[in-house]
């Protein structure tokens, strides 16, 4: 993508999610991977208020090449592209509902969410739950590496979900679908409920590959 449309299309899609309180406070981080390295929002920004000219710039090794200091996730993101060759945009959050679902106790570790909807299982598919780490401990970034060689989603154990897509419309497409998807999870908890069976979900996996 163009460095300077890129610019502002991070800027437009943090407002959005902040408006919607997908996230709140100075939570949650965005990156995109441009021809020379990759943009990420700056630590302590909120993502409500994001300037295009102060996103942090790294290059090619992740070294600040420009703009504010990075997030203090940015390890996050760059685990997710070493492992994601297509990975064109990562967005994190501490999206409501999901970090509720990631703080339960009876959840399946592999796969977190339940296939509800035909479109979580096309934007998301398999969600696994990554161990609870302090904030800014790097064994985390190994943690989500190993899980994104097969995930393009992984939750953090209660924290918040890191998703990448081919693009930054993708990933928070995704995001916004996994946000979603958890919090229909918390609604039907404790009622008999119809997920997709496995021929349907195989049916979807033809129809529509995963990408990125
Ligand atoms: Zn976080």
């Known amino acids: 993508m163009i460095e300077a449309k890129a610019r502002e299309f991070i800027c437009d899609m943090g ?7 997908l996230t709140f406070g100075s939570s949650g981080n965005i990156s995109v991977r441009v021809n020379d ?5 700056p630590t302590g920004s909120s993502l409500g208020r994001l300037d295009p ?11 600040l090449v420009g703009g504010d200091d990075p997030t203090k996730e940015s390890f996050l993101h760059l685990a997710m592209y070493r492992e994601r060759a ?7 959050l501490h999206s409501t509902h999901s970090v509720a679902v990631s703080c339960l106790d009876c959840i399946n ?5 339940p296939p509800i909807t035909a479109y979580y299982v096309m934007r998301v598919g398999k969600l696994p739950l990554i161990p609870y780490y302090a904030p800014g401990d790097k064994a985390l970034g ?5 899980a994104a060689a097969k995930h393009n989603a992984v939750l953090l154990a209660n924290h918040g979900p890191v998703v990448a897509g081919t693009s930054l419309s993708a990933a928070v497409d995704a995001i916004e679908e996994l946000e979603e998807t958890a919090r229909l999870y918390l609604l039907l908890h404790g009622k008999p409920t119809r997920y997709l069976n496995e021929d ?8 529509f590959p995963p990408q990125g």
């Open 109 to 113: 570790h592999e796969d977190v969410l």
């Open 37 to 41: 390295g990759w943009l990420m929002t």
């Open 15 to 21: 407002r959005s999610m902040f408006e919607r309180r």
């Open 142 to 146: 190994e943690a989500v590496g190993k």
């Open 200 to 207: 349907q979900i195989a049916d979807l996996y033809r129809r």
């Open 53 to 63: 000219a102060r996103l942090s710039k790294l290059d090619d090794h992740g070294r």
């Open 86 to 92: 297509k990975a064109g945009a990562v967005v994190h």
